[in-house]
């Protein structure tokens, strides 16, 4: 199919952006993602991360054994770079005696500081892969014809970016792809302003990195091959004889991709059939989407959900300006820019397919292309109407701030499961019967999540309680089966909005609330409802009501 080729964009200016210019957006980008960095740390009262997804590269690194040169993870739903660069971090950490890596499993959940400091150790690496990206985003702006001060607003932005603000709390692989990401798509511009073999390299072994971190980053592969495309029809177009070089090239972006993959995860070759046994039912579970439903439904439902975390994690306002952008971009930049575009709209269309992974954190890649399209839609207002585009772009950065503020709320102060495991330590008495029910374990109240599993597992720690915990597998447990076993003090934890799980307990007659912890998402207030991977939570404690006739028997 033949390239489309509008007009080719105005060359990068070689100066860089000013000095005071990038102090403040990079201000502007770590004040947000250090504020709360230590929240929800592991203490003597929790052993987890509020995260579940936090406690993934914990695991994998537990897997290896360095002494004996040995770093197979024995996880390989994702990739292993990441996970190696926050183990080079804790290494270098425990060097400086900052922490100490060589205790067993008790030594750790005695003294769980030195778990919380390997976590902040990779949540400082993601507030560094996300600084990164900030700068990432004025260079693609910059590719996309955006002047300084368009590329210095796609910047800021990205800085104030609601969902890449939350994600640049925790020590997950999301916002290190996203900078890989955005760093390849810089390249695979590069290579096709510069037409030449170790362009070409760069840019595949950078989209490889990016694949190593994240399986989701594979969508880089087909870019690159349609970036070879575009290379030899602009060489065609510019007289050419040599058709022979896109393809010299692209083969070598290709396989300096597969050599970077690779070196990042090394056992997906060292290990293969471990490394296949997980990947293929991982992947095959990816690619097989939803149910069948009827497609009226489903391409619905389909919009309905994305809209619905677009809206929340880029602000509707910015969605808009963006939508604006995408239609300038394309009309006037050129390849490049309709590259880019093809592959946004396939990560965003791929990742809607199946609705239970359809996260803001999913989605993170595509969100420094959206500022970076915003930016040019507001640019566009601003060179034909500059009072107009001035207030549109005062608009679109005020909601970011004050959406963005609110959110971060959610990662200052004390959160539910820390007030619920005081209270629980203050007025639950010794042999009283309790349970633990609604959302999964890693969301209920601290010292309750903390006991139920020492009755598990009585080799961590010695236990704190002498509760009763009337079932061990309470999360599971329906409601009409648990209402029968009588508890004495129930604790209700509900990861809201995606579950609700219950809520019957506190409709419950025979069972009075004594005490709530409400979560951190309050708006006047009240709660509301963010798509987002906050992992805000609501606790509720009941208790039988005294004198209640029915009380313990299922009405």
Not at 14 to 25: D, F, K, M, Q, T
Not at 395 to 406: D, K, N, S, Y
Not at 437 to 451: I, N, Q, S
Request: glycine share 10%.
């Amino acid at each position: 199919m033949p390239v489309p080729g509008p007009r080719p964009a105005p060359p990068v200016a070689a100066r860089p952006i000013r000095g005071p210019l990038w102090a403040g957006l990079l201000t502007l980008a770590l004040v947000p993602r250090l504020l709360g960095l230590g929240f929800g740390l592991p203490n003597r009262d929790h052993a987890y991360p509020y995260n579940i997804d936090e406690w993934t590269p914990m695991r994998a690194l537990q897997q290896m054994e360095p002494r004996r040169l040995d770093f197979n993870p024995h996880y390989f739903e994702n990739p292993t770079l990441f996970y190696y660069l926050i183990g080079a971090g804790a290494f270098t950490a425990g060097r400086i005696g900052w922490v100490r890596l060589d205790g067993d499993e008790r030594f750790y959940f005695d003294h769980p500081e030195h778990l919380a400091r390997v976590i902040v150790v990779g949540r400082c690496l993601t507030v560094l892969f996300g600084l990164a990206t900030v700068w990432l985003t004025y260079r693609l702006a910059r590719v996309f014809g955006l002047g300084r001060g368009g590329a210095g607003l796609a910047a800021g932005l990205l800085a104030l970016h609601p969902s890449h603000v939350i994600h640049s709390h925790y020590m997950t692989v999301n916002v290190a792809v996203t900078c890989a990401t955005l760093a390849a798509l810089v390249l695979i511009a590069r290579w096709l302003r510069r037409r030449d073999l170790g362009s070409a390299a760069v840019a595949g072994s950078v989209a490889g990195l990016a694949l190593s971190i994240k399986y989701s980053a594979a969508l880089l592969l087909p870019l690159l091959v349609a970036a070879g495309v575009a290379r030899a029809t602009l060489d065609r177009r510019g007289g050419a004889r040599d058709p022979g070089r896109a393809v010299t090239e692209t083969a070598a972006a290709l396989a300096c991709a597969a050599i970077a993959f690779v070196a990042g995860t090394p056992y997906a070759v060292l290990a293969y059939d471990e490394f296949r046994g997980q990947v293929g039912p991982f992947i095959h579970g990816m690619a097989s989407g939803p149910e069948a439903v009827p497609w009226p439904r489903a391409l619905s439902g389909a919009v309905q959900r994305g809209l619905s975390v677009h809206a929340a994690a880029s602000t509707p306002t910015m969605l808009l300006a963006a939508i604006g952008g995408a239609v300038v971009v394309a009309r006037r930049v050129g390849v490049t820019a309709l590259l880019v575009l093809a592959w946004l709209a396939v990560l965003v269309v791929a990742t809607l397919r199946i609705p239970f992974l359809a996260s803001d954190g999913r989605f993170l890649p595509a969100f420094p292309v959206i500022a970076v399209l915003a930016a040019a839609g507001i640019a566009e207002v601003h060179r034909r109407r500059p009072r107009l585009g001035t207030a549109l772009g005062a608009v679109v950065v005020a909601v970011a701030l004050g959406w963005t503020a609110l959110l971060v709320g959610r990662f200052i102060g004390p959160v539910p499961q820390q007030l619920a495991s005081l209270w629980a330590r203050a007025n639950v008495g010794p042999g009283e019967r309790v349970l633990h029910t609604g959302t999964a374990v890693y969301w209920g109240p601290d010292l309750v999540v903390r006991e139920v599993l020492q009755v598990k597992n009585t080799a961590n720690y010695d236990r704190a309680t002498s509760w009763v915990f009337v079932t061990q597998d309470s999360f599971r447990l329906p409601y009409r089966e648990a209402r029968t076993l009588k508890p004495d003090v129930v604790f209700l934890t509900q990861f809201l909005p995606f579950d609700p799980h219950g809520g019957e307990w506190l409709t419950d007659p025979d069972y009075r609330l004594v005490a709530t912890f409400p979560g951190k998402l309050r708006l006047f207030g009240r709660r509301f409802q963010a798509p987002l991977d906050t992992y805000d939570v609501d606790t509720w404690v009941l208790r039988p009501r005294e004198g209640a006739p029915t009380a313990g028997r299922v009405p």
